[in-house]
């Protein structure tokens, strides 16, 4: 199963099997009444603290994605990822899992960290 990463702004393409918005806040400008995403997985995300913290300091991401998998290892964090890899990595689902996030730069954002994470777990 492959996962990729896009902006909550981008459309849906075939391509997609299933989408999950992973932030834990609700982007800006989207209506709650769209129909965007199959799951928003708000535990997923990283703690306020946390993305506070890093402010998407590209000098911090090491850090910052460090700190991230350490959370993935603690509830809430790890109850979501669990529940992702229960639902998607059996073989009825095959295809791709979209991450799905506001943030304008996905190279150094939490969905990028997410998807090694996921990627490693689901191979």
């Known amino acids: 199963m ?23 806040l609700w982007p800006r400008g989207i209506t709650k009444s769209n129909d965007l995403f199959d799951e928003w997985v708000k535990d997923i995300a990283p703690s306020s603290q946390l993305r506070k913290w890093y402010g ?7 850090e910052f994605a460090n700190r991230y998998r350490q959370e993935l290892q603690q509830p809430p964090a790890k109850t979501a990822l669990e529940y992702i890899l229960k639902k998607f990595a059996n073989s009825t689902n095959t295809g791709t899992i979209t991450l799905l996030t506001a943030t ?3 190279d150094i954002s939490a969905a990028a960290v997410l998807r090694q994470v996921l990627q490693s777990k689901l191979k």
């Open 2 to 24: 492959d996962v990729e990463i896009k902006r909550i702004y981008e459309p849906a393409s075939p391509k997609d099997n299933i989408r999950l918005f992973i932030d834990r």
């Open 56 to 62: 998407h300091n590209r000098n911090l991401f090491p």
């Open 104 to 106: 304008r730069e996905v």
